[in-house]
Structure formats: structure tokens, C-alpha cells
């Protein structure tokens, strides 16, 4: 091997750890009445779908009361269901048939802003005086006029949005739609507290925890600085440092107590969405004796380019920088990323789908990705992302990401009875969960086989890792638990690559190929990926 061990297995293991997560986007997962956009009641339809996949959990995007401004992440009450997507009846119907079938339900929690129709938020712009205003950022004008600050809006412009009745501004880190919370705020902070309470109380298994490192300000306000590297390619938030408008230490003890929150519920898990270099983000599960969320997400393989030197390093400095206790996490795909297919190429997405079934950690899949949706063209008049609309010539749209699910060949792929609310991948006739389980060589039939792989496989699902070497463009790592040791090889172009064994052992066994078939001749076909079984060569 080219280096040592990395990181080893531990001693327990909660469900979240060994399991596989699966993010549903409800709005285009399944219609169950007929109006275009997906539903509980049409999750709860596909549930069997879901458990045959072989996943662990289900993480669903948000359904709460919303707007719409931001498709729910705009949230108008934090204990409802939108009636677009049913109500709490349809959700504890879905909550109990998923537990019925083994499957865990983790919500979508969005705690740094509300919708600007929450009660709160217009309680709070009402008066200066109410009771409820310091539970939102508000400021007055900077000396002159004008915002209070430099800070830029994650969708572009100002952060901030003047209130003429009030005579201040408010913060808003993305749409003005969606004020900031004050989370300095002992009181709001006892209200998002029993907000995590109700939906325990109500048996949800866990929380994926939006911009977890946003929901805390400095103090003072300061400008964020300059970023000089900044070039018209990139968003306007990039023109600046965000330095003091997120990643503020006070957010870690707000974690800390969300933790211990959780934790007296028994094994519930907390994911956070969290965008930081590696020494930044691992803060984030906290210390021994003062944990916080179990996962930091970890956005690397989305982020990064799709090469073996890139993700060679980019695996072994994440490993490096987890804290003992830490454990990893890998996503290819979410509602906000490209999809891989779409990035690079179904091929080298069945190559991905062996990458983050196989790296020690949890993974978590999206929706679509196992039946390789890739490019989708989303007319003009079809784009509804607000995102998009706000930097229209970066073409940063989320649309693509978020199309309805191709069931079948029957009228719009059996998602809807109605028009769907965005448009179809083009050649859902043929890409569809009902063409893939026909086909033992699809790609769903290829996630289908790895997961599987996991659970019987205890050096994929907890075992060790260390990086081992591999020919000019091969990813390879050895996973291991007891005496069962396996190589995993991935071959990142679409050229034969000399397959490179660890000294003193040879395949035992073929375990699984994104290919149909693997003649052993000592090559990696173009991109092919294999998980081997190894044993001593005596």
C-alpha cells in the first residue's frame, strides 16, 4: 500500500452509521392527486420501491407549511404539513408505514430563516416594540443611508430588505422572502428547540439540518472582506469573505445542545449541511464530552473534479481530518448539485455509484441518480428556481437537479395524471424504474447490487480504509473488518488501466463490476470499477 492506515473501525455502530440515507424530493417524487407536483400520499405509494433498494432511511426535503418562494425552504409554520403535500395525518400514516418496513424517516429542518409570512416574522415587523422583533436581525440604516453592511445574499444583491413601516432593515442571507432568525435570542431559541421536540415526539428519526454553519452572526455586524480572487464566473456572494456572517463559534454550542437534545431521544441522527474546509468543518462534531451533529455533510466528491489524483487526495486529507470519534460521510447528488450522470457521464456515474457505496462512511443517495437521469433541458418558460432568475448568465439553476421521477412509459412516466411541474428527462420512455428493473445490467440494478453488498459485506459498511496504489488514472482503496479484506479499484477513464494487486495476495473473488462481465486479465477495462475480495497469496 502507498499509505498507512487511514482510519480503522470502531467498536459501535448506530443504524446511521452502517446505512445507506436516500434523499426524496417529495414535489418530484410522486403525484398522488393529479395537480403536477408530488406528495406525501405518493411517497407513501413508493415506499416499497424505497425498501427494495435496499437503503436504511429516508431523508425528505421540506414539507412544511411554505410559500413557495424557495419550493419549502421558506417555511411558514415549523409544525405543519403544506397542504399541497397533504397534512399530519398523512404524514404519521407515512412516518408508521415507513417504520413497518425498517425505514427510518429523517426531516429537512431549516433553522437559520423563516418565510416572511411565518406568525414570527410578521409579529416581529409589525413594531419596534413587539415582543417578538429581536427574534430577527433588524438594523438601521449604515451612517448616510443605505444597508448596514456589506453582506451579500447567497442568491445575489444586499442582505438586507428595508422596512418603511418600521424604519429598519432586515437580514436575509438568501431570498428576502426568508428573514434570518436570531438565534442570540434566548427565547426564539427555546421555540426551534421545541420545534425538534414536536417532530421526535412524533417518532422522525432524525434531522437534516439547513445551512446549519449560517444561523449565527458576529457580533457587531462587521463588513465581510473582499475576496480578490473573485471573477465574473463565480456568484455574486463570492465577492466577498464570509467571514463574519457565518461560522461563528457561538453556532457550535447551539449544535451541542441540538446534540444532547437528540440524544435523549435514544439513536436519533443529526446531519448538518455545512460548507467549510476540512479543519473548519470537522469542528463540527464537537468534542467527546460536548458532541454535536453526528454528520457534517460532506460535499467533496460533488465539489471537486472527477479525477484520480483529485479524489485520491481529497479522500485521504478528509479521513485525515476527522476526529477519532468523527465519522465520515459521502453525497454525489442532492436538489442543489448537478446531477453526476449529468456531469460525467452515465459511465463514470456507475463508477461514482461504487465510489460512494464503498468508501468507509455513510452514504447518501439522491433521487434519480440510481437510474442515471443526467442532462435535462428546462425551457425558458419552464424555469421556476429562483435562484436561476437572480443570476440568469451564470446558468446556476437548481431545476435540472429537480425534475419528477420517471416511473414507467405510461403518460408522464406514471409521476402524475396531471402536467408535471417541471419537465421530464427527455428520454424518460426508456429511462425508468420500470425499463431498469427489467434490465439486470442497469444502473438501478447496479445500486441494487452494492447496497446489498454493504449489508453483508462488514468491511464496506464499518470496516477500515487505507488508500492503495493504482495505475495512472485508478482510485484505489483497500476496506477491510476482521479478516475479510477487499480492494476496490476504479478506473476514471474510458482507456484499460493496468489492474495493481497489494504485495502478497491475490483475487479471491469478483464481488461486483459496473460492467456486465469481468474477464480476470489483469486490466481494468475503461470505466470499469471492482470490488475484490483478497486473500493471501501463498
Known amino acids: 500500500m502507498s499509505s498507512p492506515t487511514l482510519s480503522g473501525a470502531v467498536a459501535h455502530h448506530p443504524w446511521w452509521e452502517s446505512g445507506v440515507i436516500y434523499q426524496v424530493y417529495p414535489r418530484s417524487f410522486q403525484d398522488s392527486d393529479g395537480d403536477g407536483i408530488g406528495d406525501l400520499a405518493g411517497v407513501l405509494a413508493r415506499l416499497d420501491y424505497i425498501a427494495a433498494l435496499g437503503v436504511d432511511a429516508i431523508w425528505l426535503s421540506p414539507v412544511f407549511p411554505s410559500p413557495m418562494a424557495d419550493f419549502g425552504y421558506d417555511v411558514a409554520d415549523y409544525c405543519g404539513i403544506d397542504p399541497m403535500f397533504g397534512d399530519l395525518a398523512a404524514f404519521d400514516s407515512l412516518l408508521a408505514a415507513a417504520h413497518a418496513r425498517g425505514l427510518k424517516l429523517i426531516l429537512d429542518f431549516v433553522p437559520n430563516h423563516s418565510s416572511d409570512q411565518h406568525p414570527w416574522f410578521l409579529a ?9 422583533r429581536d427574534w430577527y436581525i433588524w438594523r438601521d440604516p449604515a451612517p448616510g443611508g443605505g444597508p448596514p453592511n456589506n453582506w451579500i445574499s447567497d442568491f445575489g444583491g444586499s442582505a438586507w430588505e428595508w422596512d418603511a413601516q418600521t424604519g429598519q432593515y432586515y ?12 438565534w442570540r435570542n434566548p427565547a426564539l431559541r427555546a421555540a426551534m428547540m421545541d420545534v425538534l421536540r414536536f417532530w421526535m415526539d412524533r417518532g422522525v428519526d432524525g434531522f437534516r439540518i439547513d445551512v446549519l454553519w449560517h444561523i449565527v452572526k458576529a457580533e457587531g455586524l462587521p463588513d ?39 440524544d435523549s431521544y435514544g439513536e436519533r441522527v443529526l446531519i448538518g449541511e455545512i460548507f467549510l474546509p476540512n479543519d473548519r468543518h470537522a469542528r463540527w462534531y464537537g468534542t467527546p464530552d460536548r458532541p454535536q451533529v453526528h454528520l457534517p455533510f460532506n460535499f467533496q466528491l460533488i465539489e471537486n473534479d472527477w479525477n484520480a489524483a483529485t479524489l485520491t487526495r481529497i479522500i485521504a486529507d478528509y479521513e485525515a481530518s476527522l476526529p477519532p470519534f468523527g465519522w465520515p460521510n459521502w453525497v454525489i447528488g442532492s436538489h442543489d448539485a448537478p446531477r453526476i450522470a449529468a456531469r460525467i457521464g452515465e459511465a463514470q456515474a456507475r463508477v461514482a455509484a461504487m465510489l460512494l457505496l464503498t468508501l468507509r462512511g455513510t452514504p447518501t443517495l439522491y433521487q434519480g441518480d440510481e437510474i442515471g437521469i443526467g442532462p435535462v433541458d428546462i425551457p425558458p418558460d419552464r424555469i421556476r428556481d429562483p435562484q436561476h432568475w437572480r443570476q440568469p448568465t451564470l446558468d446556476i439553476g437548481r431545476d435540472r437537479s429537480r425534475t419528477p421521477m420517471p416511473w414507467d412509459a405510461s403518460a408522464n412516466a406514471g409521476f402524475t395524471a396531471g402536467k408535471p411541474w417541471l419537465p421530464l428527462n427527455a428520454d424518460w420512455p426508456v429511462r425508468n424504474v420500470d425499463a431498469q428493473l427489467a434490465d439486470p445490467d442497469s444502473m438501478l440494478a447496479l445500486y441494487r447490487a452494492l447496497i446489498a453488498l454493504r449489508r453483508v459485506a462488514q468491511a464496506l459498511a464499518i470496516g477500515g480504509i487505507a488508500i492503495a496504489v493504482g495505475d495512472s488514472d485508478v482510485l484505489a482503496y483497500e476496506r477491510w473488518h476482521d479478516d475479510d479484506r477487499l480492494l476496490i479499484a476504479l478506473n476514471l477513464c474510458a482507456e484499460p488501466r493496468q489492474l495493481l494487486l497489494p504485495v502478497g495476495v491475490r483475487i479471491a473473488e469478483v464481488l461486483a463490476s459496473t460492467l456486465p462481465s469481468h474477464p480476470m486479465d489483469g486490466t481494468l477495462h475503461g470505466d470499469e470499477g471492482l470490488v475484490l475480495r483478497l486473500e493471501r497469496d501463498n
Request: proline share 8%; hydrophobic share 30%; net charge negative.
Open 124 to 132: 416581529s415587523r409589525s413594531s419596534r416594540d413587539d415582543p417578538k
Open 171 to 182: 437580514l436575509h442571507a438568501f431570498l428576502k422572502e426568508q428573514p434570518d432568525l436570531n
Open 224 to 262: 465581510n472582506p473582499p475576496n480578490l480572487h473573485w471573477t465574473s464566473a463565480q456568484t455574486e456572494r463570492d465577492k466577498l469573505i464570509q467571514r463574519h456572517s457565518t461560522d461563528q463559534p457561538e453556532a457550535h454550542a447551539i449544535s451541542a445542545d441540538m446534540r444532547a437534545l437528540a
